[in-house]
């Protein structure tokens, strides 16, 4: 099992930054690879970004590329979420997932992925 917690969330004005952060339980972090998805009111779950076990491989959704910046800190048991140049459309629900695995290829469908965190809300004001 594995337990993850989201942080970082919060309210921004467009053009504006934030990091999110997701916190993993257990001695096995390294062995997941990790995504992160979101939610707005009325929408599906949608793709953001997901990266391999060894941070190696990295795959963003086309909305988000060249705007946000995934990473994580196996020794910390952590991924993180940059995301700059937000815009009101990033408005949504961040929930991170991870996915056992120690394939460099990634999965952007939500059922692919084996546990998730509550989420964090992200508010874009314009």
Not at 75 to 98: F, G, H, I, R
Request: charged fraction near 15%.
């Amino acid at each position: 099992q594995v337990q993850l917690v989201e942080s970082g969330g919060g309210l921004v004005q467009a053009g504006g930054s934030l990091r999110l952060s997701c916190a993993a339980s257990g001695r096995t972090f390294s062995s997941f690879a990790m995504g992160w998805f979101r939610q707005a009111p009325g929408k599906e779950r949608e793709f953001v970004t997901a990266i391999s076990w060894n941070g190696g491989s990295t795959y963003y959704a086309d909305s988000v590329k060249g705007r946000f910046t995934i990473s994580r800190d196996n020794a910390k048991n952590t991924v993180y979420l940059q995301m700059n140049s937000l815009n009101p459309e990033d408005t949504a629900v961040y929930y991170c997932a991870a996915k056992r695995s120690l394939s460099t290829v990634l999965h952007s469908t939500a059922r692919e992925y084996d546990f998730w965190g509550q989420g964090t809300q992200v508010t874009v004001s314009s």
